[in-house]
Structures are given as C-alpha cells and as structure tokens.
C-alpha cells in the first residue's frame, strides 16, 4: 500500500501539538517527521532524533541545491524539511506526519500535490485569543503579533484538505484519526 505524507497545521495555541500528541500516543506506526534547523540544540535535544542540527552555511547549501520541501526563518533560525528524508521515510513503507507551519504546509502541497493537509482550527478567534492570554507566558505585544498571524493563518487555511476544529480535545484527536484512515484507505 502506498504511503502518504499528512501535513498538520494550524494557529499557535489551538493545540495542533497536544492533538498531534494524543493521536500518535494511539497510532505508534506513525512517525513524526524530523526538521532541520540552525538552532543550538536545547538541554536534551538529539541530533536526528528532535531535529537535524545543520550550521547556517550547511541549510544555505540546502537552499541553494533545492534539497528542502520547505523551509522557513523564525527569530533569526533557519527551519525546513529535507526532500529526501520524506522520500526515504515513504519508501521504507513509515506513515510520517510532519507539523509545521501553513506557510510550509502550502509549500510542500506544491511540491507533492499528493500530500494531505490539515489544519487544526480554534472554535472561535475568541476562545484562541483566551487561550494565548491565558498561558501567561507572553507579553501584550508578542500575543497581538500572533492574533494578526492567525488571521493570516486562517485565511491560508482554506486552501488546506481537511480542517478540524480543537474544541474538544478527545473529539479532535477521533477526527484526526478519522481523516488520516479515510485518507489511506484511499492510497
């Protein structure tokens, strides 16, 4: 059976990652994909295991040789997905699920039109803004930052295959699982 490559997106603090989670915690044959990145590894990272640490020269190689799916800059760090990671990882037969941002998202669907997007929305621009005030982890400035990039986000949003709405966590993680076996069911 063929294999697919699922994207999953969505606005910083609807819960992709908690959702993410709950869904591979049921579903151990899926792999989360690994990114590269120009960050310093943080206390407890492994390299090729949370991500592939790359020097800013080695990603700009990348770059430069057309090697990335995807790649975005974030604070001054480079961030991307390595085409022929996927492609092995689809090859050796693994379910793979990569989450990232829908800037990314968009531009791995225009690299392999087969690969399913899904984008995890907030059940109101309201209840998103109560759960990023409600972390208490950010200033008034950087939280308004991230309400205008949800709109943004959104908006690109409808461009994705599925949508599903995190107002409950364990019915988002059901309709998760519903889309990702509808979809290779298909394959």
Do not use: H
Not at 131 to 153: A, H, M, S, W
């Amino acid at each position: 059976m063929n294999k697919k490559l699922f994207v999953l997106s969505g606005s910083s603090g609807v819960g992709k990652g908690t959702v993410l989670k709950g869904f591979l915690e049921k579903n151990p044959n899926f792999m989360l994909s690994i990114s590269c990145t120009t960050r310093k590894p943080r206390t407890g990272e492994v390299d090729g295991v949370n991500y592939f640490f790359l020097t800013k020269e080695e990603f700009q190689n990348c770059i430069e040789n057309n090697k990335f799916l995807e790649w975005a800059e974030f604070a001054g760090n480079f961030y991307g997905t390595k085409k022929k990671y996927i492609k092995q990882c689809l090859e050796e037969g693994k379910d793979i699920i990569l989450e990232i941002d829908t800037q990314g998202a968009l531009q791995v669907k225009k690299q392999m039109p087969e690969a399913v997007l899904i984008f995890i929305c907030p059940p109101s621009y309201e209840t998103l803004e109560n759960r990023l005030r409600g972390r208490r982890t950010e200033d008034e400035e950087t939280i308004k930052k991230r309400l205008e990039q949800v709109k943004t986000e959104l908006e690109r949003a409808e461009k994705f295959d599925y949508r599903i709405v995190n107002d409950n966590l364990e019915d988002a993680i059901s309709e998760l699982s519903r889309v990702i076996s509808g979809e290779m069911q298909n394959a």
